[in-house]
């Protein structure tokens, strides 16, 4: 079963809300990654956890903070979002070793008012 | 020069057809190479693995040119329902493991 499920599927917030959104796998995969895609445009890397620490960020915001509780789940805190923040966040997984395949969740379509 | 190019067609073709993709990676000491499709407002969903030999699975068969930096896609007898994105994708930093996406190429295939 190669599922990753993300919460919720729609949000839309304002500039001044707290929100989270929410990622679980049930695949012992031990890496973890926070995507964004914006319209006709490939995905962007965000955010890697390994091992439930952070390996990567690439120079994303602070008012995008990520969580990784355990090994199955992987949470990004927003707050203070702009407009310009509007788009498709997709939690990826892989599996340590030496295969570097990652399956993405459905995404949340995230639209900041 | 992007670090992954492809030609972002659109490619139409009709039912039936075999059609290529082409990509090209900057980075020489890449080690892994992927192509995903996506559909329309959909999450990227793995079609298969590229390996230095070359794979197939079904009408999908992938190949990899180290020599001169290209991935290619090739799909015979295409369905109605491979019309989508199809995104090359390489990990150029094998230590980072983070996927390096290309803008994808989308297919249109018609009746």
């Known amino acids: 079963d190669t599922e990753v499920t993300q919460t919720p599927k729609h949000l839309v917030m304002g500039m001044t809300n707290k929100k989270s959104l929410k990622c679980e796998q049930h695949?012992?995969?031990?890496?973890m990654y926070w995507y964004k895609q914006k319209a006709k445009k490939p995905p962007e890397l965000m955010f890697v956890?390994?091992?439930?620490?952070?390996?990567i960020n690439e120079s994303v915001p602070s008012r995008f903070s990520p969580e990784c509780p355990n090994s199955s789940l992987l949470n990004l805190h927003l707050h203070a979002l702009q407009p310009e923040d509007s788009a498709l966040y997709l939690c990826a997984s892989s599996p340590e070793g030496y295969s570097y395949e990652q399956y993405f969740g459905p995404g949340t379509r995230l639209t900041v008012t | 020069r992007k670090e992954v190019e492809q030609d972002p067609g659109p490619f139409n073709v009709p039912e039936g057809a075999t059609v290529a993709f082409n990509c090209t990676y900057s980075?020489?000491?890449?080690?892994?190479f992927f192509w995903y499709r996506q559909d329309c407002r959909k999450e990227p969903k793995l079609l298969m693995s590229v390996y230095s030999s070359g794979n197939e699975d079904g009408r999908f068969t992938a190949q990899l040119n180290r020599a001169s930096q290209y991935i290619s896609l090739l799909i015979r007898d295409s369905k109605l329902s491979d019309s989508a994105t199809y995104l090359c994708?390489?990990?150029?930093?094998?230590?980072?493991?983070?996927?390096?996406f290309g803008s994808g190429t989308r297919l249109q295939v018609q009746p």
């Open positions: 980075n020489s000491a890449s080690q892994s």
């Open positions: 956890y390994s091992y439930e620490k952070l390996s």
């Open positions: 695949m012992g995969h031990r890496a």
């Open positions: 994708v390489v990990i150029l930093d094998t230590g980072r493991r983070a996927l390096t």
